[in-house]
């Protein structure tokens, strides 16, 4: 089981290749693994940057919160790039999102999957009701259909963020199919009330709620 924390801050739009060097820097010249850290992906969407941060033990269990050996000096080298997201913005843990569902069937998971990252604005206290929905639609076959293995929902401030862990084949053949499965339809509509595109304006469809990777980084020890 992997365990991801997903942090959320505003990125001036076009800066991906310089954050991304940044940490393709220090993930090299540090060892992030040292503090359990197993892998990291750096995503962005319009104005947001997402950094998906994997470990491989809960850091409440482990008691390893940091995951960034030169967390300063990154902070630093991406300041003028990467800013707080929340209105409530006082400490750098408050760029960090709160995740209120997590769904995994039984059994272990396949070797090769694939992670989505989604994204969009939730209602304010809206949380209860979209994990709810998710959970009707998790004991049903829906997950099994579209071979998904994992999905984790955050929040923080307006954001929303839903991470879709699938196998890989299953991702590749089901991407531009969603749209026909009835169960994926009656999803789309009961969250209608609590989830809205990030920017409603540009948005045509379920692929344009995809944050984009720019830089991915795994542990190879």
Not at 121 to 148: C, H, N, Q, T, W
Request: glycine content about 8%; charged content about 25%.
């Amino acid at each position: 089981m992997v365990f991801r924390n997903v942090i959320v801050c505003h990125m001036v739009p076009g800066s991906e290749q310089i954050v991304g060097d940044v940490f393709g820097h220090y993930d090299q010249a540090t060892r992030p693994q040292d503090l359990g850290v197993i892998g990291r992906y750096l995503l962005s969407h319009h104005d947001l940057y997402l950094h998906v941060i994997e470990r491989e033990q809960d850091p409440r269990i482990s008691g390893q919160t940091r995951g960034l050996p030169a967390f300063q000096k990154i902070a630093e080298e991406i300041g003028p790039y990467v800013t707080p997201y929340p209105r409530y913005w006082k400490n750098p843990s408050d760029s960090v999102a709160k995740e209120f569902y997590h769904w995994a069937p039984e059994g272990e998971p396949p070797a090769d999957t694939t992670l989505t990252v989604i994204v969009g604005r939730i209602k304010p206290g809206a949380e209860p009701d979209v994990a709810r929905v998710f959970a009707e639609s998790d004991a049903g076959s829906l997950p099994a259909d579209l071979g998904v293995t994992g999905r984790w929902l955050y929040s923080i401030d307006d954001v929303y963020v839903h991470l879709l862990e699938q196998e890989t084949s299953a991702a590749e053949a089901t991407r531009d199919r969603h749209g026909d499965k009835p169960a994926f339809g009656k999803v789309m509509q009961d969250l209608g009330p609590y989830i809205e595109p990030y920017r409603p304006e540009k948005w045509q469809g379920p692929q344009d709620s995809l944050a984009t990777v720019f830089y991915r980084w795994q542990a190879q020890d």
